[in-house]
């Protein structure tokens, strides 16, 4: 267990910062124990289902809940560069938008919110140093989600190594679209790897994520190859992976790599409504949750082809 206390010292890293969208404290399906889970924004994939499309754009945008707008023009009069306009509803000129945050700061019901601020590693560590004990009673620790965290490589690094060096556990949580190069560099300072694999066929990839999976696949390997500790994460999305012939080209190319480890995550609507407040089209609009039944059918699958697997992380 991780006993160290990691109090952050302001003097003791780079002014490196990172663009963070969320903090979340007490979070229990990111890794062992009790964790608190970093979110960075900017992801090199355009997963349909993506339930954190907030995460995507790897600079901060501004959400707008419809319902809490009261109307009362306090964002348009405050925005500095005329991208809104207020008649029967709230219309915003994208092109005009510098994504500044000003509307939201004069906003009084919040209908109007910045999705990304930047923070420093000494201020990360602040929030995080917060739960010390909880980590230390449950060998908890910090996970670094997104997002995709390796597109700010230099941010996590300097992250994970401030954190892993002062005794707190440490997880990243990655889809692996990132250059080789920069997955070794994180390694030494991760303690354990969530490794997302989508979907095994590279056309069907490319579809339903906009990217092939030819080096994800790699970087796997590599990481496998090095003895890193490596949960494979498949999330379940009806219609898309949950069939026969993507189990099969699972389990046969994790099989050698000695990868036993899977955890299923059944697709949910959570997100859906970030969808439109965000301006953006929800591809799995209609597209119900796997159930219970077909979920434990997928682990009984895989589970006879010697697999550890747990439903939901």
Not at 71 to 92: K, S, T, Y
Not at 225 to 231: L, P, T
Not at 234 to 243: A, E, F, K, R, T
Not at 251 to 271: E, V
Request: glycine share 8%.
């Amino acid at each position: 267990m991780h006993t160290a206390q990691i109090a952050p010292d302001p003097t003791a890293y780079e002014p490196t910062k990172g663009l963070v969208f969320n903090i979340m404290r007490f979070a229990l399906h990111d890794g062992p124990g009790i964790r608190t889970t970093v979110f960075l924004k900017g992801c090199p994939l355009r997963c349909w289902w993506c339930h954190n499309p907030e995460s995507q754009q790897a600079q901060p945008e501004v959400i707008h809940f419809e319902e809490r707008c009261i109307r009362c023009g306090e964002c348009v009069r405050a925005c500095p560069h005329g991208a809104l306009a207020l008649d029967e509803q709230l219309r915003l000129d994208a092109d005009r938008c510098e994504r500044c945050g000003e509307c939201a700061e004069a906003c009084p019901t919040d209908a109007r919110q910045l999705a990304g601020r930047w923070m420093s590693v000494p201020e990360v560590l602040a929030e995080v140093a917060r739960d010390q004990v909880f980590y230390d009673e449950s060998g908890g620790g910090m996970t670094v989600s997104g997002g995709e965290p390796l597109m700010q490589r230099e941010f996590v690094e300097a992250l994970l190594a401030a954190a892993h060096g002062r005794g707190l556990h440490t997880v990243l949580d990655t889809c692996g679209l990132a250059h080789a190069r920069v997955l070794e560099r994180v390694r030494p300072h991760v303690d354990l790897f969530l490794y997302d694999l989508k979907v095994m066929d590279r056309a069907a990839h490319r579809r339903y994520t906009g990217a092939r999976n030819d080096r994800i696949l790699r970087n796997l390997q590599s990481l496998a190859g090095s003895g890193a500790a490596v949960i494979v994460r498949l999330p379940v999305i009806p219609g898309v992976n949950d069939g026969a012939a993507n189990l099969d080209a699972l389990c046969a190319f994790l099989t050698p790599l000695g990868l036993r480890a899977i955890d299923l995550l059944p697709y949910h609507r959570i997100g859906s409504d970030k969808y439109q407040r965000l301006h953006l089209v929800d591809r799995m609009n209609g597209v119900a949750p796997p159930s219970a039944e077909h979920m434990d059918a997928l682990a009984d699958r895989l589970r006879r082809d010697g697999f550890a697997v747990r439903i939901g992380g």
